[in-house]
């Protein structure tokens, strides 16, 4: 039969399933079950020509990860199912369907996909990678994490709505997927899992066409709704007013809400005070900045993953110096492997620290302007205001959070930050930053404030 496949140029749906099962089977026999479920049990064959074939990832990760580590043994397979050669080609679900490309290396990578192409409906595809047991667990996420588990064991009845904030790259799009994978594939449930600029977007798309019956036919008729980065509602009243129905309805039917934000509920702004007093009916649990015990534990976690040797001082070393963001250190763990095969040299300190270092070089750097402007609008205060001498209190607080923030973001020196500033000098800085480094220890809503306005600078 394959003699015959190979040689035709359209080569139909079943033959395709047909030689992606002969090289899957091939390349089950050479790596592990975890790889195997990991890395190729999602992947589908787009085409296959004379000259190449093309394989579909879900997402940009893994095409990435499947071409630095895995092409030859591809190459070895296709060879040996088809009896010759080709080229071969990993692209997206994304690029096949055409939309935008997302940065690389993201549990939000997996980028929303149309399920159905007659559908527009946006969908993230299920990713067997961003499971609980790939999830380390420490004190920053232990009650998030339990309570995702809880739901997947028992959606509708353990905690309803879930409600998941924290600062951007601390798992909690990893633990919308952990409880997707669950309740799809062990209870075979109906899920809707997809982020709310997604949900924006086919409201919008819904206005335009009129198809309300199938969008609220859509949203209501499902057993969980897991809906990620919930902050994005802020500029659509609309969507708003129609995801507040769906609540109801889902809720009054016990079905599962899980959502996640980068803030509480009540620090979104232009939310209403139904939905947040609606996402405090359930449980409402944060996620904080790893410790380093945490972050040694995910970087070792995520070598094992890849097969990468890391030993424990260099994962301590990158846990050190990558300190915030887990999505910073699992780039940097990536580059390891790559810098690895590109080399074939093992692992060394000096590479780790050359990652560390490029790896902060190339952080987005935020101009001092952009700081004032995001604080004046937050606490509703003039830019002239901030950068006066005037040291009433209502502006102080303000002031040296905008200092706090600008020696942590932009390039510029204490005296250039003093100077600009409200024309302070180096000490007034210094004491800015120790003082908001203080009271956000104390104050968790200003805690919230300031790493909210920091994730929106670095965006
Ligand atoms: P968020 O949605 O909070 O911005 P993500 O869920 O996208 O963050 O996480 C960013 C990356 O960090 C993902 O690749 C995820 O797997 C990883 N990550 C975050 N926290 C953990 C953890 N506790 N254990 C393992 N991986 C983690
Ligand atoms: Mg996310």
Known sequence: MLKTIVQKVNVSESEKDFILKGILSVIKKVVTAQQFDIWFSCLRILSVTDNSITFVAPNNFIRE????????????????????SREVIFSTEEAVFGQASAPPFSANDTVPTIMNPSDDYYAIPL???????????????RLAHAAAVAVSESPGCAYNPLFIHGASGLGKTHLLHAINNVLVSKRMMKTIFLSCERFVNHYISTIRSNSWDSFRELYRNTDALLLDDIQLFENSQGSREEFFHTFNT???????????????????????????SRFKWGLLCGIDNATIET???????KASLWGINLPHEYATYLAEN?????????????RLSKEEKITKNTV??????????????????????AVIEAVSKRFHVSVSQLQSKRRTRSLTLPRQIAMYLSRKLTNMSLME????????????????????MQLSKKDKNLLFIIQKLESELQR
């Open 65 to 84: 990860w499947l071409y630095s580590n895995y092409k030859d043994l591809f190459s070895g397979a296709v060879y040996k199912v088809l009896n010759s």
């Open 127 to 141: 990713n067997k990678y961003y499971s609980f047991e790939n999830f380390v667990v420490g004190p920053c996420n």
């Open 250 to 276: 889902l809720y009054n039917a016990r079905k599962q809400i899980v959502i996640t934000s980068d803030c509480p509920p009540e620090f979104i702004a232009s939310l209403e005070d139904r939905l947040v």
């Open 295 to 301: 972050r040694i534990a995910i970087a070792e976690k």
């Open 322 to 334: 990558i300190s915030g963001n887990i999505r910073e250190l699992e780039g940097a763990i990536t």
């Open 348 to 369: 060394t300190l000096d590479l780790v620290r050359k990652v560390v270092r490029d790896l902060s070089g190339n952080k987005k750097t935020v101009n001092i302007e």
């Open 417 to 436: 930050i003093g100077g600009y500033i409200g024309g302070r000098d180096h000490s007034t800085v210094i004491h800015a930053d120790e003082k908001i």
